[in-house]
């Protein structure tokens, strides 16, 4: 079992819709990421969390520390959004444990 | 622009060359990282370097060299390069520790091993 689980794999959505990735980690951890990768492209951090919610535009972050798990949300999905979502896991302060990804298509 | 430069983006090479892929960040940053993303397996560590003059091994460092030439360049060698080792290879840099900084990605080196 890997230690950080995402689902789903992949997902579809029509313009508009509102999408939630979900990670869930078995380790403790002192921060939550998450990245951002479009198709051919570069990785794109986008949240770092330790508790609580971020919102950067239409995107939301949650986590929750004691249940090991976060959720990102995306408000208003758009076609520009379809990439692929990763979540990772910091246990120290020195490496990433990752997720092997969510991939979003966003259909118009 | 500001981030983190790696070349070269493509390379193409015969099993037992050798070669060098070079990155470099203009951030100031203490940490740097080399990662390889294989399809189906996500994101692994290569090699990393928590401080100028200091490196450590990753969860795959076999076939692998790294040297952190300065706080700002981190490269990484394949002596003798293996099919095993095509894949995406990304580097990335933090400014300090991963618990409580963002991580910043170059744009990859897509190395096809023939």
């Known amino acids: 079992k890997n230690e950080v689980e995402q689902s789903p794999q992949n997902l579809t959505a029509q313009e508009g819709e509102f999408i939630t990735i979900n990670c869930s980690y078995s380790v403790g951890i002192s921060a939550l990421h998450w990245l951002q990768q479009h198709p051919g492209g570069g990785i794109v951090s986008l949240f770092m969390l330790s508790s609580g919610k971020k919102k950067h535009g239409r995107l939301i972050a949650t986590i929750n520390i004691q249940e090991k798990h976060s959720s990102l949300h995306i408000t208003a999905s758009h076609p520009r959004d379809s990439a692929v979502y990763i979540c990772?896991?910091?246990?120290?302060?020195?490496?990433?444990?990752f997720g092997t990804g969510t991939r979003l298509q966003v259909f118009p | 622009n500001a981030g983190v430069t790696q070349t070269p983006k493509f390379q193409v090479l015969k099993t037992g060359q050798s070669m060098t892929l070079q990155c470099a960040q203009d951030?100031?940053?203490?940490?740097m990282y080399w990662y390889r993303q294989d399809p189906g397996m996500g994101l692994r560590l290569i090699y990393y370097?928590?401080?100028?003059?200091?490196?450590d091994k990753g969860e795959v460092p076999n076939g692998y060299n790294v040297s952190r030439l300065n706080k700002r360049e981190f490269s990484l060698r394949l002596e003798s390069a293996a099919p095993s080792q095509t894949s995406v290879y990304f580097c990335a840099s933090t400014l300090d520790s991963l618990g409580a900084n963002v991580l910043t990605f170059g744009a990859g080196s897509r190395l096809t091993v023939l």
């Open positions: 370097s928590a401080s100028e003059g200091t490196t």
């Open positions: 990772a896991v910091t246990p120290g302060t020195d490496k990433l444990i």
């Open positions: 951030m100031n940053h203490n940490s």
